[in-house]
């Protein structure tokens, strides 16, 4: 999330992370699964990237493709699955509270993005092209490179932990207790 945001921040003047979303005041949302929370957030909103002047709300989610209640299914639907379940979740509510659009970014843990991600990711690339004046063809060599660092790490983290400087680890508590068979 944070790289996709360094790089609109680069393209789009008026990027903002984890963005609280406007809280619900007489707006009845048909869908039972929408987020109704008063401090619900998107993950990035961008201001001009689809349309301009109108706000672009993206939600991230990074899935195991391999975890057993994935494996039944096909992976192309399993993107689509859970793209629907974003958009079920924040759709509705940023098109009537926010007016914005609404686009779910979906990967792998294992590097493959949904549609609606690749879709993203490119016009990304293609805006970052223009700007630094290269060919399409290294701004998304680089993306793709750079994404794929990305979910090795949160990969990673999610089997390692994080080595943040706050954690503390509590000691095991020592017995003291002498027996004294031992010593005889």
């Known amino acids: 999330?944070?790289?996709?945001?360094q790089c609109l921040s680069e393209v789009h003047h008026d990027v903002q992370l984890e963005p609280?979303?406007?809280?619900?005041?007489?707006?009845?949302?048909g869908l039972k699964l929408a987020n109704t929370k008063p401090d619900a957030r998107a993950d990035i909103r961008v201001r001009g990237f689809w349309t301009d002047c109108n706000n672009a709300f993206f939600d991230t989610k990074v899935f195991y493709p391999f975890a057993s209640s994935f494996q039944s299914r096909d992976l192309k639907r399993t993107f689509k699955q859970l793209e629907q379940q974003k958009k079920r979740e924040y759709g509705e509510r940023i098109r009537q509270v926010e007016h914005g659009s609404f686009t779910p970014l979906i990967f792998s843990s294992c590097g493959g993005m949904g549609q609606e991600a690749t879709t993203?990711?490119?016009?990304?690339?293609?805006l970052l092209s223009a700007k630094r004046s290269e060919p399409y063809s290294q701004s998304m060599g680089w993306m793709r490179s750079r994404l794929s660092f990305c979910l090795a790490r949160s990969a990673i983290?999610?089997?390692?932990?994080?080595?943040?400087?706050?954690?503390?680890?509590?000691?095991?508590?020592?017995s003291l207790v002498r027996d004294e068979a031992l010593f005889e």
């Not at 999330?1 to 945001?5: D, E, I, K, P």
């Not at 609280?20 to 949302?29: A, F, S, V």
């Open 120 to 126: 993203t990711v490119k016009r990304i690339a293609s």
């Open 20 to 29: 609280l979303l406007q809280p619900l005041t007489d707006e009845t949302l």
């Open 157 to 174: 983290r999610c089997i390692r932990g994080s080595r943040s400087l706050h954690r503390t680890l509590e000691p095991a508590p020592v």
């Open 1 to 5: 999330t944070r790289f996709l945001a």
